[in-house]
C-alpha cells in the first residue's frame, strides 16, 4: 500500500489547513501521527469503523475518509504553533481497538508533510 500526504504548508496561530492522503488501495484503518522536530513521533487521529483522537487535537481536528477514493483527510482548525510537525497519514488491515494509537500496529506509512503555525 503507498500512501501519499498533501495539503501541508504556512499558517498563522488561530487559522485552518486541511490535509489529505491518498492510498492506493484500501484498508481497514488509517491514521496521523505528527512528529515535531526534536520530539518522537506522537498520535494525532485515527479512523477505522469511528474516530479516535489525541486529547491535545480534539474538538479542533477532524479525521474523515473518502472509502470511494481511498483518501483520508484531517480538517484542522484552531491551529496553534505546538501543532507544528510533520504529518504522516499511515494505515493498516490488523489492529485490535486497543493498538490504534500505536505508530508500530500500522504497516504503511506516508512521506509525510509539513505544517508550520506562527504565532
Known amino acids: 500500500v503507498q500512501l501519499q500526504a498533501s495539503g501541508g504548508g504556512l499558517v498563522q496561530a488561530g487559522g485552518s489547513l486541511r490535509l489529505s492522503c491518498a492510498a492506493s488501495?484500501?484498508?481497514?484503518?488509517m491514521a496521523w501521527f505528527r512528529q515535531a522536530l526534536g520530539k518522537g513521533r506522537e498520535f494525532v487521529a485515527t479512523?477505522?469503523?469511528?474516530?479516535y483522537y489525541a486529547n491535545s487535537v480534539k474538538g479542533r481536528f477532524t479525521i474523515s475518509r473518502d472509502n470511494a477514493k481511498n483518501t483520508l483527510y484531517l480538517q484542522m482548525n484552531s491551529l496553534k504553533p505546538e501543532d507544528t510537525a510533520v504529518y504522516y497519514c499511515?494505515?493498516?488491515?490488523?489492529?485490535?481497538?486497543?493498538?490504534?494509537?500505536?505508530?508500530?500496529?500500522?504497516?504503511?506509512w506516508g512521506q509525510g508533510t509539513l505544517v508550520t503555525v506562527s504565532s
Open positions: 499511515a494505515a493498516g488491515n490488523r489492529l485490535i481497538q486497543s493498538t490504534l494509537a500505536q505508530g508500530t500496529a500500522y504497516a504503511y
Open positions: 488501495e484500501r484498508t481497514t484503518a
Open positions: 479512523f477505522r469503523w469511528t474516530e
